[in-house]
């Protein structure tokens, strides 16, 4: 079954950075579309990164410029490179590939 491990989230001070990491198994993944989503307390999940088989990417306007998004496919990874963290960015960070996979999500919270 599919099956997506989010790492590296963290408590981390305002205009600094974190890398968070997905391994993911269970797919096709040279073939996958790979997304990255958050959900701020008392807010709806939201679409941060997206990333194509292709190596195409595409973010959303809160976080261009700040943000990376990149795939490893030899490892299975997907990794989401944040930096100028504010502390909006605050949250629990999933992986997500269509069809309704998710991992767990991992924390991530910037503080002032």
């Known amino acids: 079954q599919v099956q997506l491990v989010e790492l590296g989230g963290g408590l981390v001070q305002a205009g600094g950075s974190l890398r968070l990491s997905c391994a993911a198994s269970g797919i096709i993944f040279s073939s996958a579309l790979l997304n990255w989503y958050r959900q701020a307390p008392g807010k709806q999940r939201e679409l941060v990164a997206g990333i194509t088989s292709g190596g195409n990417t595409y973010y959303a306007d809160s976080v261009k410029g700040r943000f990376t998004i990149s795939r490893d496919n030899a490892k299975n990874m997907v990794y989401l490179q944040m930096n100028s963290l504010k502390p909006e960015d605050t949250g629990v960070y999933y992986c997500?590939?269509?069809?309704?996979?998710w991992g767990k999500g991992t924390l991530v919270t910037v503080s002032a």
């Open positions: 997500n590939v269509p069809g309704g996979y």
